[in-house]
């Protein structure tokens, strides 16, 4: 075996060795990220459910915007906070929060879930959100957000593709 040849297969290996090092804890960083935001996404529904708006709010960046169902935008973690607060006075309850997916991209992420909620009348109300997360202060906390409600009379998905 010549030098260049040792010297190719030493590189090879320290190469390979710092893989096997490093991969199984990139993986589980991920899988902590992808936990700590379904965990985000669970307290989220906990906190609204118990009227904890304040600790809701937490999960907000403080630069978020929001926006809402019926267009409405939230600038800022206070206004957001000052959203969940009306809704929980007007007599929303009962939100359940499914996630659909969890993408985790280097420093960022997002979700996107379905939530039901009751009205004040108590009809159930449904929609899907879509979130943008960056880590703030070592938290992941959503950065931008789009709300939306289905409308009872639009058609589903389903419906769609069968056409």
């Known amino acids: 075996m010549n030098m260049y040849t040792a010297k190719r297969t030493l590189l090879?290996?320290?190469?390979?060795?710092?893989?096997?090092t490093l991969l199984p804890t990139l993986i589980l960083a991920e899988t902590r990220?992808?936990?700590?935001?379904?965990?985000?996404?669970?307290?989220y529904e906990t906190r609204?459910?118990?009227?904890?708006?304040?600790?809701?709010?937490?999960?907000f960046g403080k630069n978020v915007v929001y926006y809402g169902p019926l267009g409405r935008i939230f600038e800022g973690?206070?206004?957001v906070?000052?959203?969940?607060?009306?809704m929980r006075s007007a007599g929303f309850r009962n939100m359940t929060v499914d996630v659909i997916e969890i993408v985790l991209s280097e420093d960022a992420a997002y979700?996107?879930?379905?939530?039901t909620i009751t009205g004040?009348?108590?009809?159930?109300?449904?929609?899907?959100h879509l979130a943008i997360l960056e880590k703030e202060d070592g938290e992941w906390r959503v950065r931008r957000t789009l709300a939306n409600t289905k409308?009872?009379?639009t058609p589903s998905r389903s419906e769609h593709e069968g056409k």
């Open 151 to 153: 409308m009872s009379d």
């Open 120 to 128: 004040p009348a108590g009809k159930t109300f449904s929609g899907y």
């Open 81 to 86: 906070k000052r959203h969940y607060q009306g």
């Open 111 to 115: 979700d996107i879930a379905r939530y």
């Open 33 to 43: 990220d992808a936990e700590a935001i379904a965990d985000g996404l669970a307290q």
């Open 77 to 79: 973690r206070a206004p």
């Open 12 to 20: 090879a290996v320290i190469v390979g060795f710092a893989l096997a």
């Open 48 to 59: 609204f459910n118990q009227g904890e708006i304040g600790a809701l709010a937490q999960l």
